[in-house]
């Protein structure tokens, strides 16, 4: 399984930018996906997830109204476009992956220990 993330770089308060995951080595399918995010010195933090089916979707309480995900099933990527970013938002974004989900289609994982996989993060940085 590998998740490769990209997108990430430096950009002013008020951007807009856009993160995405190219995945591979799993049945893409029939997995959610999830971003998270790691500032220094801080915890990793919920930022977003979506369900394997019908597109339910899950925003934490920092980024609700200005971020949105998606997941394109047919290039196996999960996308999260960041809107009227903040200094606040500066931080490692991590894409995860929990596998082999079946029936559970509707089901939104917002805490970290769901997932199975990881990719390596992407710096996002946000100046005033």
């Known amino acids: 399984v590998e998740l490769v993330e990209s997108g990430g770089g430096l950009v002013q308060a008020g951007d807009s930018l856009s993160l995405s995951c190219a995945t591979s080595?799993?049945?893409?399918?029939?997995?959610?996906l999830g971003w998270f995010r790691q500032a220094p010195g801080k915890e990793r933090e919920f930022v977003s997830a979506?369900?394997?089916?019908?597109?339910?979707?899950s925003y934490g309480d920092s980024v609700k109204g200005r971020f949105t995900i998606s997941r394109d099933n047919a290039k196996n990527t999960v996308s999260l476009y960041m809107n009227n970013l903040k200094p606040e938002d500066t931080a490692v974004y991590f894409c995860?992956?929990?596998?082999?989900?079946?029936?559970?289609?509707?089901?939104?994982?917002?805490?970290?220990?769901?997932?199975?996989?990881w990719g390596q993060g992407t710096q996002v940085t946000v100046s005033s």
């Open positions: 979506i369900s394997r089916l019908y597109g339910h979707t």
């Open positions: 995860a992956v929990k596998v082999n989900l079946y029936g559970t289609g509707m089901t939104v994982y917002t805490d970290s220990s769901w997932y199975d996989y």
């Open positions: 080595g799993f049945t893409f399918r029939q997995s959610a």
